[in-house]
């Protein structure tokens, strides 16, 4: 939005949740969203627009001329070719008020404005200050624009979000036609998230996704019904797929994960689906030797699925977070230390049968934890940050959110810890 006061242009940030919504297209792709991925892709996408000067050789030594910049006003006619008012400034090529603007014409060896607007090296440089969602809207502009925009270098990071219902194209006869994935694989999208789809959902998209045999790598299936047949499908079809998600499924059983798990996978995610429990774990534990990430939130496991985890699973996995997991007590945290004993990242979030006696198990044979959550765990006192504070020397965050018995005094004992970046402390009430 431009502020009207200095001028200034800036592009509208994502929103907080990742999520933005894709303008319809003609060719039938929906109203498709995309999220982001990595912090860098979020900083990257969310900073104001600044171009660095890009000027062609006859321009290079007029002195005179400001250093173009996305910062003042753009004009996206003229860049299109398109006649703009008097008063638009060209290509960010800002003068002061009442001075003269030399034109391209009377500059010599100038491109017109045409051939900037497709020039190639331009518009690569250029696309790379525009969010995910101007993108989508810049490449409707003309085929040059769509041809450089598409390049998948434009979209690593990003994950597109489809509903079932924007799935298919309702026909004149009342008929429903499975969209068109080609601009999808044209931009060279390896994970997609699909929410509220079905069995047959997913196996139209694998026929209809031309890279999903091999290219797709992360798939997340939110609020689906999915059951136990649809995932043996889509595993045992979409052969490059490392990194699964379900969320929110609860038509799937542990049987089903015994017959489609593969050992491929490296990062799962299971949250919110209903018929997970010990069993489920113990099929991750067996048939999952190289996973280095498991994100579990399932109110039915209890401590001895902590033991499922293998030796080989002890040497790769890094990454577990516990999330709400009511069941697990000290006895599972005993479980957890000794067969995976070198995770960096750990999250007992919502754990509330943890103790201070857990967290001393923690502290005492995970070294090598940077992250460690202790969130929502209310019987956490003061002395578990002791704990932490003379064993954890790597930590560098630590997330205390809801720990309602912790105070001043326990804080004392973190300040002596120069490795720790990031400490949260909402809803502490003693603090």
Not at 160 to 184: A, D, I
Not at 235 to 253: A, H, I, K, Y
Request: with cysteine.
């Amino acid at each position: 939005m431009s502020n009207p006061r200095n001028g200034d242009t800036k592009p509208p940030c994502l929103p907080r949740n990742g999520l933005v919504k894709i303008p319809t297209q003609p060719n039938g792709l929906g109203s498709a969203s995309i999220t982001k991925g990595t912090p860098a892709v979020k900083n990257r996408l969310c900073q104001p627009s600044s171009v660095p000067a890009i000027l062609s050789p006859a321009l290079a030594h007029r002195s005179d001329l400001p250093i173009p910049s996305l910062a003042s006003p753009l004009s996206l006619a003229a860049l299109a070719g398109v006649s703009s008012p008097p008063s638009a400034s060209l290509v960010g090529l800002n003068t002061s008020e009442g001075s003269e603007q030399p034109s391209p014409e009377r500059l010599p060896g100038s491109p017109s404005e045409r051939q900037l607007a497709v020039d190639e090296k331009i518009l690569n440089r250029l696309f790379w200050y525009f969010s995910a969602c101007e993108k989508c809207v810049l490449a409707q502009v003309c085929k040059a624009w769509r041809r450089v925009l598409y390049q998948p270098k434009f979209w690593v990071g990003l994950t597109p979000v489809l509903h079932t219902k924007e799935l298919y194209n309702v026909l004149p006869g009342g008929e429903k036609e499975f969209v068109s994935l080609q601009g999808f694989a044209v931009r060279g999208f390896d994970g997609f998230c699909l929410v509220g789809v079905s069995d047959l959902d997913i196996c139209e998209f694998i026929d209809n996704y031309p890279l999903s045999k091999k290219g797709v790598k992360s798939m997340s299936l939110k609020r689906s019904t999915i059951t136990d047949a649809g995932l043996e499908v889509m595993l045992e079809q979409m052969q490059g797929v490392v990194r699964l998600e379900l969320s929110g499924c609860n038509d799937f059983t542990e049987a089903g994960l015994w017959s489609s798990l593969n050992a491929r996978i490296t990062a799962l995610s299971v949250s919110d689906c209903i018929n997970v429990a010990d069993d489920a774990i113990a099929a991750i534990s067996q048939l999952l030797p190289n996973l280095t990430e498991l994100n579990l939130q399932a109110y039915h496991v209890t401590d001895t699925a902590l033991a499922y985890f293998t030796a080989k699973q002890g040497y790769t996995t890094h990454t577990l977070r516990l999330n709400s997991c009511w069941e697990i007590t000290n006895h599972g945290v005993v479980n957890m230390v000794h067969s995976l004993p070198n995770l960096s990242v750990l999250s007992l979030s919502g754990c509330s049968k943890v103790t201070d006696d857990g967290v001393e198990l923690v502290a005492e044979n995970l070294r090598k934890l940077r992250s460690l959550d202790l969130s929502w765990c209310p019987r956490i006192t003061d002395m578990a940050l002791e704990y932490i504070a003379c064993d954890l020397h790597k930590l560098e965050e630590l997330v205390l959110d809801r720990c309602v018995r912790i105070t001043d005094t326990g804080l004392s004992y973190l300040s002596t810890m120069s490795s720790l970046r990031s400490l949260y402390l909402r809803w502490c009430c003693q603090v």
